[in-house]
């Protein structure tokens, strides 16, 4: 994502966009996989609506916080900084993993 916001050329630019969109589809099933084959029959539907209404709710946020941002600090600088957030998450996520 830091390299989309970083790169002046159109062709690497969608060849990094395709790579950001085949990766968050790859996420997301990974994500439905997993829960589905750890939940009980019983709960699966409910759980999967959750699911399904936090990654459609988190997407249209973040969407505007996005756009918002773009608008004050442009295109690069808030690609690159969202790229740096989610290696920080990452970090931590993993980090807490292995306590």
Excluded: K, Y
């Excluded at 997993?34 to 988190?58: D, F, P």
């Excluded at 600088?77 to 292995?98: D, E, I």
């Amino acid at each position: 994502m830091a390299g989309l916001g970083l790169t002046a050329s159109w062709p690497v630019a969608i060849g990094l966009a395709a790579a950001i969109l085949a990766a968050a589809s790859d996420s997301g099933i990974i994500c439905q996989t997993v829960i589905q084959t750890r939940i009980g029959n019983e709960m699966r539907g409910r759980v999967m609506n959750m699911w399904a209404s936090v990654a459609i709710g988190s997407s249209a946020i973040g969407a505007a916080v996005l756009g918002i941002a773009v608008e004050f600090l442009g295109l690069g600088v808030t690609l690159t900084f969202g790229a740096v957030c989610a290696w920080l998450l990452l970090a931590a996520g993993l980090v807490g993993r292995h306590r």
